[in-house]
């Protein structure tokens, strides 16, 4: 079967090598919408692409559908010595890259006295080992094309950032890396290992059973590889063996994994074993007569956050509040409504769950400005209660998610289809029909996820204070 290398496989490498193999030798091909495609690589609509680079002179488009023609339309810009190549495509043999921006710079090549460099358009601020694998492979390519390598890779941010790097220091990483990909796509099956990045790929929800059948220690929540490979020398391969050990035997034949690890290790096997949660240490909540639960939704595609959902609970009265902006024009106005409840609410504790939310509040607070009071509150308010769980807590899970938490302590989405991934094509809907049940459907989404926090926080506050 004939499979392409493209800058995605990289990723898709990153999150599980088995994902190139299932989409290289699967007979039936699980083919995802393009905007989902997208929104998994950290890439932005092309609207917002074309927002960053507008300042930018002479732009040269590749507007060719089919791989081979636009190849031909980007050698063809390149060859006059355009200065800014948007949306080029560049090919050899089976390799195909899709720089989002190629520049022209300074120096000799086979193009005369100037060579390209090629640029991603990402949504994150910080430079990521999976985006240096990309730019390794422009290089590459670019390489082959022009006989000249760049020397650095960049990504350029939403607020037009340029972020570069030399590409000489991860040349080792990356072309081990990429001889694995050629060998996968080869026929070779890469080893199981459950991680995070799993539910990432396409293939998950048919893949997962297979590590659950052979009893996979990986399926234990945040376990590193060399802690499995270590366990294994030492003879203990499977869920149930490690549930069935002492710590201290465990302690004998696996000295070089740290002692606390191997407890932990050991209760999440029982756990899992025996489908119960443990209560490790006990937590504790600030009392208070009102509380807030809240969340954020994104639209990493145009980095933009348009919904902030607070559910404030009094007792047994529970009313949901969601600050919206249609439009990046109305984020300050989504903020300041915002701040305001915050302002009226400055002694309730503010429960979210993952670091998403500070995150997204600091930038705001430091795009448009916030009250001193407000600032003070949510300095003082804001809870994560995953950093809270995660010590005190282990539950039966390989995935601490909210919605594999809530799941199991009974919580359920209205939609059926719930998920971040899903509300952010949901939202890219409504922009276009601006369909007034879609965004009901995001604002249910939401007030969903902040009524899943309270009973996690309620469920946390039973159980494990
Ligand atoms: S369960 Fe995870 S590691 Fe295993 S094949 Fe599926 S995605 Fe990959």
Excluded at 43 to 50: D, M
Excluded at 202 to 222: A, H, K, M, Y
Excluded at 288 to 310: A, H, Q, T, W
Aim: with cysteine; hydrophobic share 40%.
């Amino acid at each position: 079967m004939f499979a392409r290398v493209t800058e995605k496989t990289f990723y898709q490498y990153l999150k599980c090598p088995n994902w190139i193999y299932f989409d290289a030798h699967a007979l039936e091909k699980n083919v995802r919408e393009p905007l989902m495609e997208q929104l998994i690589d950290d890439g932005l609509i092309e609207e917002k692409q074309r927002e960053i680079i507008s300042d930018r002179q002479e732009i040269a488009e590749v507007t060719a559908e089919d791989p081979e023609e636009a190849f031909r339309q980007t050698l063809a810009f390149m060859r006059e010595g355009r200065q800014t190549i948007f949306h080029g495509v560049l090919i050899d043999k089976h390799w195909i890259g899709h720089p989002d921006v190629l520049e022209k710079v300074e120096g000799k090549s086979t193009l005369r006295d100037f060579y390209y460099v090629a640029a991603d358009l990402k949504r994150s601020r910080f430079l990521r080992d999976e985006f240096k694998f990309q730019g390794s492979f422009y290089a590459d390519l670019l390489e082959r094309i022009q006989k000249v390598k760049p020397q650095m890779g960049y990504v350029i941010t939403p607020d037009r950032t340029v972020l570069k790097y030399p590409l000489a220091p991860f040349v080792g990483e990356y072309e081990l890396t990429l001889s694995e990909i050629e060998k996968i796509i080869a026929g070779k099956k890469p080893a199981h290992f459950v991680t995070t990045g799993c539910k990432q790929s396409p293939w998950f929800s048919s893949c997962v059973g297979e590590s659950q059948t052979c009893d996979d220690i990986s399926q234990l929540n945040r376990v590193w590889r060399q802690e499995v490979h270590l366990l294994e020398q030492a003879g203990v391969k499977t869920i149930a063996q490690l549930a069935a050990s002492s710590v201290a035997d465990l302690k004998r034949r696996a000295p070089l994994v740290h002692p606390d690890r191997l407890e932990i290790m050991r209760d999440q096997a029982v756990a899992i074993k025996e489908h119960r949660h443990i209560i490790r240490r006990a937590m504790a909540f600030p009392e208070s007569p009102v509380e807030l639960f809240f969340d954020i939704e994104s639209d990493p595609l145009r980095d933009f956050d348009y919904l902030f959902g607070l559910l404030a609970v009094e007792g047994k009265k529970e009313s949901y509040h969601p600050f919206f902006a249609a439009s990046p024009a109305q984020e300050k106005d989504m903020w300041e409504e915002f701040v305001g409840f915050i302002e009226r609410h400055t002694d309730a504790p503010i429960y979210h769950y993952g670091w998403f939310e500070k995150e997204v509040v600091w930038r705001f607070m430091s795009r448009y400005g916030i009250s001193a009071a407000a600032k003070e509150a949510l300095e003082r308010n804001l809870i994560d209660v995953l950093e809270r769980l995660r010590p005190a807590v282990i539950l039966p899970l390989s995935f601490y998610s909210l919605k594999d938490i809530a799941a199991y302590l009974g919580f359920h989405w209205r939609a059926d289809d719930a998920s971040g991934a899903n509300s952010v094509l949901w939202f890219e809907e409504w922009l276009k029909k601006k369909d007034q049940k879609r965004l009901q459907k995001i604002l249910e989404y939401n007030e969903d996820d902040v009524r899943a926090t309270a009973v996690l926080k309620q469920w946390l506050a039973q159980n494990a204070c």
